[in-house]
Each structure stands twice: as C-alpha cells, then as structure tokens.
C-alpha cells in the first residue's frame, strides 16, 4: 500500500530549490502527504469506510476531524484545513505576490505537518475509540 507521508520526503526536497515552482509543489506535496495518511487513519484505524469514496473527500474529511469530541482529531482538522487552503493558494493563486505569501506562511506549515504526523501517530497507539 502506498505510504502517503512518503510525500513529505519529497516535499522536503522541493523546497531545497528555493524558488516559487518548488515551494507550490512542496506545499501540495506537505498537504497531500498528510490529506492521504488522515484518510488512510479514518479508513483503517476507525474503520469509517465511507472515506473509500472520492465525492467531496477533502471536505468530508475535514467535517469530520474538525466535529469531533476529541481534542487531538479536531486539532488534526484545523491543520488541514489551513494546510489545504495554502494548497488551494499554491495550486491556483496567480498574483506576483505569491512568493511572499508562501514565505510567510512556511514555518507555520512545516510546524504544522509535524504536529499533525505526531497527533496521527498518538491516535493511532492511542485511540479515541473502542474498538
């Protein structure tokens, strides 16, 4: 099975060429790498099947960490929401102050996909629910 936070490796890469292309597509690679590993969390940790499906999946996803009792997994959901509107801004945003944006914004991102990975990693041994 693909391991999504593989991505975050590739993400790292990206941003050792420090020009705008490589940080738009090390900020989608940071985003997808922790989109994919939630997924793969609520599919397979918490058995929430209806995940399998594409429609509306990055909301959903977001829905459903961000309305959650549990402290860590709302947490998790107010990282990706941010990371995925930095990944909307890298991905579509065509203003010449991009790169600034990105610059601001990088230190917070890259706290974030650790923080986020290290709350996954605790849900996973620890689990907000019986199973």
């Known amino acids: ?3 999504w936070q593989d991505f975050r490796q590739v993400a790292d890469e990206l941003m050792m060429h420090y020009d705008e292309s490589h940080i738009r597509c090390a900020i989608s690679r940071h985003y997808y790498s922790l989109f994919g590993s939630t997924r793969q969390y609520l599919i397979n940790d918490k058995n ?4 399998n499906s594409r429609k509306n999946i990055h909301e959903r996803i977001y829905r459903e960490l961000i309305n959650s009792n549990d402290s860590t997994e709302y947490e998790l959901g107010e990282i990706i929401g941010f990371l995925r509107k930095m990944r909307n801004h890298a991905d579509y945003d065509l203003g010449d ?3 600034s944006y990105f610059e601001e914004n990088l230190e917070k991102i890259l706290e974030d996909v650790e923080t986020a990975f290290n709350s996954l990693n605790s849900l996973k041994v620890n689990p907000p629910y019986i199973v």
Do not use: N, P
């Open 1 to 3: 099975m693909f391991q």
């Open 97 to 99: 102050d991009c790169l």
């Open 48 to 51: 929430l099947y209806e995940f």
